[in-house]
């Protein structure tokens, strides 16, 4: 039941979130699931007290950051698309500080997955750190699946722009 309530939120507010930002509710159904995935990453690394102070505190500076980078580039493919419009010509200079723009997001995320795990040597172990990359590497294949299933259900086949970033039930991932 409580899978389903998730699911159905997360993809109820997708076309809403599109257009004015997150609905009240979301936020919080998204501090919900990221506390539920601190609590199984804290439980499987058996990070001490003193870890997870530390682990906490760059985590949740990071997940800001991240959430920074990934609504700067949701920005853009907006601008793109509506650059795109069939009918109306695009204008190619415009296109092609959009696609920059997009690229240079991408490149943003991946140095701040450098900084993160720059941040988290002196403390976690290897091992910790990759149980870390595993787990949200299986969060965000699932979170892509069901924008995927979502898409296919409105008819919408392929890759679109993220426009939000529906959570899932951390019950779902595979340990």
């Not at 998730?6 to 609905?23: E, F, M, N, R, S």
């Not at 969060?139 to 722009?161: D, F, S």
Request: net charge positive.
């Amino acid at each position: 039941m409580r899978k389903l309530w998730i699911l159905g939120l997360c993809l109820a507010a997708t076309p809403v979130l599109a257009q004015q930002g997150p609905p009240p509710g979301v936020q919080l159904l998204r501090q919900r699931v990221m506390e539920q995935f601190l609590a199984r990453y804290r439980n499987q690394a058996g990070l001490t007290p003193g870890q997870d102070r530390r682990f906490t505190e760059v985590f949740r500076r990071s997940l800001d950051q991240r959430r920074d980078i990934q609504q700067r580039e949701q920005q853009l493919w907006r601008a793109l698309e509506r650059q795109m419009r069939p009918g109306v010509a695009a204008n190619p200079d415009s296109l092609t500080q959009l696609l920059d723009g997009v690229i240079a997001q991408r490149a943003a995320m991946v140095e701040q997955t450098r900084a993160e795990q720059r941040e988290y040597v002196p403390f976690l172990s290897p091992v910790q750190r990759a149980q870390l990359a595993l787990m949200w590497e299986r969060l965000q294949q699932q979170v892509e699946g069901i924008v995927r299933r979502r898409m296919e259900m409105q008819g919408r086949p392929g890759r679109m722009p993220p426009d939000t970033m529906p959570f899932p039930d951390l019950d779902t991932i595979p340990r």
